[in-house]
């Protein structure tokens, strides 16, 4: 019998995730605070999300696992309390946004798993930023993979190959095969020699590839001569008010000097710097001096104190307020081959932690100064521009020429679509990756303006809720044609099915490709990996149709915790 399954919240992200799994054949119920047209009514349960009568009746005593869609933190958290007191057993897939909350969650509650639209969609828009065009992501040792769907054409380089000659390459993971003609394992074409026809389709995971950073000083002053004229306005009043500071005081210096020339030039500068900052000192040289003198250091005096009172408020207004970060943001911008991220949000933060982290050049272009991530961004490095990115200029300052990739992240899909147009009407050959709330409308401007990507993060993330609410460790997952399928790490136990079966019999029996397996802190993959008999205590690596999932539902779930 397979596992009931209940989706908490059916709003975007909750009513994909639930259809994922009610077309993947799971057991699945959804709680929403509304019909739904078109649904059938004893799959679906309406009342107050929080409610234990509402749990009740969506039978939360009996179900295995629960996946918490809604998006907000605080009701997720309500009706997990209420969840686990009805049910102290049940699984627990919680969508938050407080990554750290979520952590502490995972540590302290068995059987939960805290999930994040962003930071789920974030490997996605960095892959399609780089240009590649991924469907999912498969996080392997301890890199994040792009995957590819590939169609043999006429001209692919892989048309006729076999598929033997793909499987050895360490660079690359065999996920999935679907002949154009027929229904054949991707193990057995493997095995037996296929070899790619015309309309094959191929799905694969690429090893990412992770730029060297260049920590020489020369790159960094270049850069910041390179930027003189980007971050010269924070400083032009400061430098313009002190400048007329310096003037007034040689001009005071030279007057007394002129008058009386048995004054040495130190006792004037020394005299005239007092007189106008207010420090006093030397006034014997304006007491032996004409009227006309004393009428001078009086006026000298008063404009003084003015000129001295706007440059003290320019330059702590420069060092303790934003000028001072915007002056060194600007200094550190990158010249060229770098990503420009538009929006400082939840997506636009994974994002930049993502592309970061694989070694390349980010700027950051934020409209809101009180932002919360502006100090994480500037912590790691990255430079800031606190301006508006529908701006032409904005754009020009981040050196939008010379990048490589311009993600448009903000929460507002019509400010999306004017960043990007903006965009693209400077840097026609600019690749440009847009962030929508809304899938369909998505589609539409994808089509539309021909843009390099249009993602919506909650159709992406919606695959990975469906496949770790199906079980498991899942490690990556992703969507062709209406297969669902996902990447897991699962120990091998004495009571386990593939427990004593060489790997290449379960594979083709099961039809799950194995990815490698780990045993005794060895790793081992390819041709070997299939001739492997597994036994207790192996970790086996896997990627399968969700639908067939229900094959490891007989694996005790502490097995699964264990990985």
Request: hydrophobic share 45%.
């Amino acid at each position: 019998m397979k596992p009931r399954i209940i989706v908490c919240g059916l709003g975007q992200t909750g009513y994909r995730i639930f259809s994922l799994l009610k077309q993947q054949g799971a057991d699945v119920v959804g709680i929403s605070t509304q019909a739904i047209a078109g649904e059938n009514p004893q799959r679906i349960v309406v009342g107050d999300l929080r409610s234990p009568a509402t749990l009740a009746l969506a039978k939360i005593q009996t179900a295995q696992t629960l996946v918490l869609a809604t998006s907000d933190d605080a009701l997720n958290l309500a009706i997990l309390t209420q969840a686990r007191i009805l049910n102290p057993g049940i699984r627990v897939i919680n969508r938050l946004f407080n990554h750290t909350l979520g952590d502490r969650l995972d540590q302290t509650l068995p059987d939960h798993l805290s999930l994040s639209v962003s930071a789920l969609a974030a490997p996605i828009f960095s892959f399609a930023a780089l240009g590649n065009q991924a469907i999912g992501q498969l996080r392997l040792f301890n890199r994040t993979w792009p995957i590819q769907e590939i169609v043999i054409d006429a001209q692919h380089p892989w048309r006729d190959l076999p598929l033997s000659d793909l499987w050895d390459d360490p660079r690359r993971m065999l996920i999935h095969y679907l002949p154009a003609r027929g229904e054949m394992d991707l193990v057995s074409a493997v095995t037996q020699g296929q070899t790619l026809k015309l309309g094959d389709h191929l799905i694969v995971g690429l090893q990412p590839q992770y730029r060297q950073r260049r920590g020489s000083l020369w790159p960094k002053l270049l850069k910041v001569v390179t930027n003189l004229r980007q971050y010269q306005r924070y400083i032009r009043q400061v430098l313009w008010v002190s400048l007329f500071l310096l003037l007034m005081i040689l001009t005071a210096t030279f007057t007394y000097i002129w008058v009386n020339q048995k004054i040495s030039l130190v006792d004037a500068l020394y005299f005239s710097v007092g007189m106008i900052t207010g420090a006093g000192g030397q006034e014997k040289v304006a007491e032996t001096s004409p009227d006309a003198v004393k009428l001078f250091t009086t006026v000298m005096m008063i404009a003084g104190a003015g000129v001295v009172g706007i440059c003290y408020a320019l330059l702590n207004d420069f060092v303790l307020g934003s000028r001072l970060k915007q002056f060194l943001d600007a200094a550190k911008l990158p010249t060229q081959n770098h990503y420009i991220i538009c929006g400082l949000g939840g997506v636009g933060m994974a994002i930049l932690e993502q592309l970061q982290g694989q070694g390349h050049e980010v700027v950051a272009i934020e409209v809101d100064d009180d932002n919360r991530f502006l100090h994480t961004a500037r912590s790691l490095g990255i430079p800031v521009i606190v301006e508006d990115a529908c701006l032409e200029a904005t754009l020009k300052a981040a050196n939008i020429h010379k990048a490589q990739a311009i993600l448009v992240a903000t929460s507002d899909d019509t400010v999306n679509l004017e960043i990007a147009l903006t965009a693209r009407a400077i840097a026609p050959q600019l690749r440009v990756v847009l962030r929508c709330q809304d899938a369909q409308f998505s589609q539409s401007v994808q089509e539309l303006f021909e843009f390099d990507a249009v993602l919506c993060p909650s159709e992406l993330a919606a695959y990975s809720f469906a496949a770790a609410a199906l079980g498991g460790k899942i490690l990556g997952n992703g969507m062709t044609e209406d297969l669902l399928w996902v990447a897991l790490a699962t120990l091998i136990t004495p009571n386990h099915p593939f427990c004593d079966k060489v790997v290449q019999e379960a594979a083709m029996a099961m039809d799950f490709v194995p990815l490698y397996l780990e045993r005794a802190q060895q790793t081992i993959h390819s041709w070997e990996l299939l001739e492997t008999r597994l036994n207790s205590g192996d970790v086996l690596y896997v990627t399968m149709p969700a639908m067939k999932l229900d094959q490891l539902w007989r694996i005790p779930q502490t097995d699964l915790q264990l990985l």
